[in-house]
């Protein structure tokens, strides 16, 4: 089965630095995404890891711990237009490579 | 190149009636897929395709049927609708398999079953 857990909302201040934890339980593993969605709008990706580390892009930068089921979204000099719903998802072979997403990380960012 | 569509874009049904959803891709994508996403649930599979000619069931596939006649079009059928189905639907396509295929999503159906 599938568990994805992460946190539900979370606020930052403009220019600061903010990190979306997630955990996951799940079998067939292959690779966690995120996605940044906003309001009304279609999820658009943002990074991919399957190898333990850091992913860096741009101002986004995402880690992974495979043996800890654990990755988190790193978000630098934060902007307005960064506030929307984080959704972490794993990558499962077993079901044609459908994603298993959580329920999303809602931010807002504040002047 | 439009990537991923859907039409309709918004709908409202009766309890009972039918309708399909149809997803086209222009990128020659061989997986697809049909999410719907509800407040406080997330993103959930419905069905999911591998390629022309093939479905399966994802994870909330009760009251929903699919088919995949051509390579780039994925229909979702709700043959008698139900309030429970009142949801945005969202539609997404990748290359191949594999985890490092990223899926696009079209821009969702927002559906509304009174």
């Known amino acids: 089965g599938q568990n994805i857990d992460q946190p539900t909302e979370m606020t930052a201040t403009e220019g600061a630095i903010v990190q979306i934890n997630c955990t996951y339980q799940?079998?067939?593993?292959?690779?966690l995404f995120w996605y940044q969605q906003h309001a009304g709008e279609a999820p658009t990706f943002l990074s991919y890891?399957?190898?333990?580390g850091l992913e860096e892009k741009g101002r986004f930068s995402s880690f992974l711990s495979r043996s800890k089921g654990y990755s988190y979204l790193l978000l630098k000099e934060l902007q307005m237009k960064d506030s929307a719903s984080y959704l972490c998802?794993?990558?499962?072979?077993?079901?044609?490579?459908?994603?298993?997403f959580g329920k999303g990380t809602s931010l807002l960012v504040t002047p | 190149n439009a990537g991923v569509t859907q039409t309709p874009k918004f709908r409202v049904l009766k309890t009972g009636q039918s309708m399909t959803l149809l997803c086209a891709q222009d990128?020659?994508?061989?997986?697809m897929y049909w999410y719907r996403q509800d407040p406080g649930m997330g993103l959930r599979l419905i069905h999911y395709?591998?390629?022309?000619?093939?479905?399966a069931k994802g994870e909330v596939p009760d009251g929903y049927n699919v088919s995949r006649l051509k390579k780039q079009n994925f229909l979702l059928g709700l043959e008698s609708a139900a309030p429970s189905q009142t949801s945005v639907y969202f539609c997404?396509?990748?290359?191949?398999?594999?985890?490092?295929?990223?899926?696009?999503f079209g821009p969702g159906t927002r559906l509304l079953v009174l």
């Open positions: 997404a396509s990748s290359r191949s398999q594999g985890g490092a295929e990223t899926q696009y």
């Open positions: 799940t079998s067939g593993f292959n690779g």
């Open positions: 890891n399957v190898l333990d």
């Open positions: 998802a794993v990558s499962n072979s077993n079901s044609g490579y459908a994603l298993n």
């Open positions: 990128m020659n994508h061989e997986y």
């Open positions: 395709s591998v390629g022309e000619g093939t479905t």
